[in-house]
């Protein structure tokens, strides 16, 4: 029955039919939802779909690909362009830690993170997902270095983990409810650094000596 139902809307072969999708990918959240990731499985998500295991699976090759698609639908966090890098960075965490603690995107990748721990093919996953998003939260480091913000030789992509470290540091402890004095705090740190000022000075007057000597 499952199989005539899904052949009912149209399989259009391994291009995903954009009806059938919606419904697989509806499936799987409520089934994340109500069972969490222990209790989450592909043959859960075809009944509640009502679609046949092998369409999800020449879509998706494994619960960890579908659930990371479930995780992006669910993800609306924006870059924030403020001209300011401070702000911008203040603006993404105030930004994504609504998001996580106001809709499911947060207990989904609470649970993708958990999974990577002891399997390897979710830990791959992760890491290509991470990698994108850096290089994407690394667009506001670009932006601030061309405004002068920011010097040239700073590596955008390691900035935005540091950031990134921060947020799932916090997803993972339930504290998603921080202050924005706390966040803009952090944010400070990494961007203007934590040595004291007169110590800053110190050292560049040091660099300097050692490039005239």
């Given at each position: 029955m499952a199989e005539d139902a899904d052949r009912a809307r149209k399989s259009i072969g391994a291009r995903r039919n954009p009806d059938s999708a919606d419904a697989i990918l509806d499936a799987a959240e409520a089934v994340l939802v109500e069972a969490g990731y222990s209790g989450f499985s592909i043959e859960a998500v075809a009944r509640r779909a009502r679609a046949g295991k092998p369409t999800i699976y020449r879509w998706w090759p494994s619960k960890a690909a579908l659930l990371f698609d479930v995780y992006q639908r669910l993800k609306r966090v924006e870059n924030p362009d403020t001209g300011n890098l401070e702000d911008d960075l203040v603006g993404f965490l105030k930004n994504l830690f609504s998001h996580w603690h106001e809709t499911s995107s947060g207990s989904v990748f609470r649970s993708l993170?958990?999974?990577?721990?002891?399997?390897?093919?979710?830990?791959?996953?992760?890491?290509?997902?991470?990698?994108?998003?850096?290089?994407?939260?690394?667009?506001?480091?670009?932006?601030?270095?061309?405004?002068?913000?920011?010097?040239?030789?700073?590596?955008?992509?390691?900035?935005?983990?540091?950031?990134?470290?921060?947020?799932?540091?916090?997803?993972?402890?339930?504290?998603?409810?921080?202050?924005?004095?706390?966040?803009?705090?952090?944010?400070?740190?990494?961007?203007?650094?934590?040595?004291?000022?007169?110590?800053?000075?110190?050292?560049?007057r040091s660099k300097r000596r050692r490039i005239v000597g």
């Amino acid at each position: 029955m499952a199989e005539d139902a899904d052949r009912a809307r149209k399989s259009i072969g391994a291009r995903r039919n954009p009806d059938s999708a919606d419904a697989i990918l509806d499936a799987a959240e409520a089934v994340l939802v109500e069972a969490g990731y222990s209790g989450f499985s592909i043959e859960a998500v075809a009944r509640r779909a009502r679609a046949g295991k092998p369409t999800i699976y020449r879509w998706w090759p494994s619960k960890a690909a579908l659930l990371f698609d479930v995780y992006q639908r669910l993800k609306r966090v924006e870059n924030p362009d403020t001209g300011n890098l401070e702000d911008d960075l203040v603006g993404f965490l105030k930004n994504l830690f609504s998001h996580w603690h106001e809709t499911s995107s947060g207990s989904v990748f609470r649970s993708l993170i958990a999974e990577a721990q002891s399997d390897a093919t979710v830990a791959a996953v992760l890491v290509e997902y991470t990698k994108g998003r850096h290089a994407h939260t690394g667009q506001m480091i670009e932006r601030a270095k061309a405004r002068g913000e920011v010097a040239a030789d700073v590596d955008a992509t390691l900035v935005a983990d540091l950031v990134a470290s921060f947020a799932w540091t916090h997803l993972l402890t339930n504290r998603l409810d921080e202050d924005e004095a706390t966040l803009r705090n952090a944010v400070r740190y990494v961007v203007q650094g934590i040595a004291p000022p007169e110590h800053a000075a110190i050292r560049r007057r040091s660099k300097r000596r050692r490039i005239v000597g």
